[in-house]
């Protein structure tokens, strides 16, 4: 199999394990996209030689224009160039694996170029969801779930009747706070919330895995993807995060999927979708694992997922604004200037402010977004 791939954020967790994907099949990357990590960014120029790379931000694209003047590889900058990278000719497919919303527009010029989307950034599909899809339906174009749980649902219903899906069963290791109550919550710091204990991902997404967030997200990545309300998604709370979850149909069956944490594998699917390759990573061995666990989500405790699924069920520029507010909170957190309760507290406070006028444009979400990311700066000042 031979393939043409452009990497947004390939400088991330999702991205260098991506590339990793990429190094062991033999494929060829045509774009590479970081923010501002220059240092990485230049080793993958140089292993990888794309077309295309873009820095994000400004001067550091200039710096790295010097470094990689004996290459042939064109260094652009700022938010735009992403939708570039998302669009070359080359490319087949276009994996998101950038963080936060600023992935939103790249994915949808992907779809406007008629490009496969492997969609890692999940905040693409809660803040824009009506519109990816959308568009994704119009321009006929797939969109191939890399985010793990998004995944395993995708593959569970592969050659299954649709009009016969009950449910999806949406697992969720439970982050780092499994167990704690409120009073204990308070006392966390950014280095407590930063500790996962399956998965070694990005700061935003491992601090969106203690607040519970994350699974507030991916229940509305989830409705978008699969077609489904929000009702119609449990939330399992598995602390081994060896089921990356399922499916139950009409007659009581439930598929589901398993293996070990480990992301290259979802990322390899949507790659090869609908074949499947040797990957990278160790095999699972349910006899040394011996037991899986399985409990409800703490709805009390976990403000941020209750948050998301009032949003949920709300609808329209309701999730736009929790993610918004939820990415603002996260950052402020990291800097210790709001404490960990307080990301709950504001997500649900911005969401409940946001009228759930449908997204009709992508000026109106990404009105949502500001607005809630404003309302959350005013409040922790
Ligand atoms: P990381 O923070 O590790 O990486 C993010 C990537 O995006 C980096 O390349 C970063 O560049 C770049 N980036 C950051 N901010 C911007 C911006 N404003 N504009 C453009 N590029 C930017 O994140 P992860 O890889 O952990 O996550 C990426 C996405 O995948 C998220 O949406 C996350 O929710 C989702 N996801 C991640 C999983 C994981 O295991 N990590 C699992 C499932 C989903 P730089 O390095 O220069 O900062
Ligand atoms: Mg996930």
């Not at 779930?145 to 649709?162: K, N, T, W, Y």
């Amino acid at each position: 199999m031979d393939r043409t791939i452009s990497i947004l954020g390939s400088t991330g967790s999702i991205g260098r394990q991506a590339l990793d994907v990429v190094r062991a099949q033999g494929w060829r990357v045509c774009a590479l996209t970081a923010w501002g990590n220059i240092e990485l960014l230049e080793e993958q120029i140089r292993e990888f030689r794309p077309a295309l790379a873009v820095v994000v931000k400004e001067e550091a694209a200039e710096t790295l224009r010097i470094r990689t003047a004996d290459t042939s590889t064109k260094i652009l900058s700022g938010p735009a160039a992403l939708c570039e990278a998302a669009v070359l000719p080359e490319a087949e497919t276009a994996l998101n694996a950038v963080v936060g919303i600023a992935g939103l527009q790249p994915t949808l010029a992907a779809i406007e170029a008629g490009k496969t989307v492997a969609l890692a950034n999940k905040e693409t599909l809660v803040a824009g969801g009506e519109l990816v899809m959308a568009k994704a339906a119009e321009k006929k174009v797939p969109i191939l779930p890399v985010d793990s749980e998004h995944s395993a649902i995708f593959q569970c219903l592969q050659g299954q009747p649709r009009r016969s899906l009950e449910k999806i069963l949406l697992t969720a290791s439970g982050g780092p706070f499994f167990g704690y109550t409120k009073e204990a919550l308070r006392r966390v710091k950014p280095a407590d919330a930063l500790r996962h204990p399956n998965w070694s991902m990005g700061a935003k997404i491992t601090v969106d895995s203690a607040t519970m967030m994350n699974k507030g997200l991916e229940v509305i990545e989830a409705c978008h993807l699969f077609g489904v309300g929000p009702d119609d998604v449990e939330i399992v709370v598995h602390r081994e995060s060896i089921i990356h979850s399922g499916v139950a149909f009409s007659d009581g069956a439930v598929i589901a999927q398993l293996g070990a944490p480990d992301m290259r594998l979802p990322i390899q699917y949507a790659l090869t979708y609908p074949d499947r390759l040797p990957c990278p990573g160790k095999g699972l061995s349910l006899t040394d694992i011996g037991k899986l666990t399985f409990y409800k989500p703490d709805l009390d405790t976990f403000a941020c997922l209750a948050a998301c699924l009032e949003a949920a069920r709300a609808g329209g520029l309701r999730p736009a604004a929790a993610n918004g507010a939820n990415e603002e909170a996260v950052a402020l957190f990291l800097r210790e200037k709001i404490s960990f309760l307080q990301i709950g507290e504001l997500v649900a406070q911005a969401a409940a402010r946001q009228k759930a006028v449908p997204a009709a444009c992508l000026e109106a979400v990404l009105e949502a977004d500001r607005a809630a990311r404003e309302f959350v700066r005013q409040a922790a000042r």
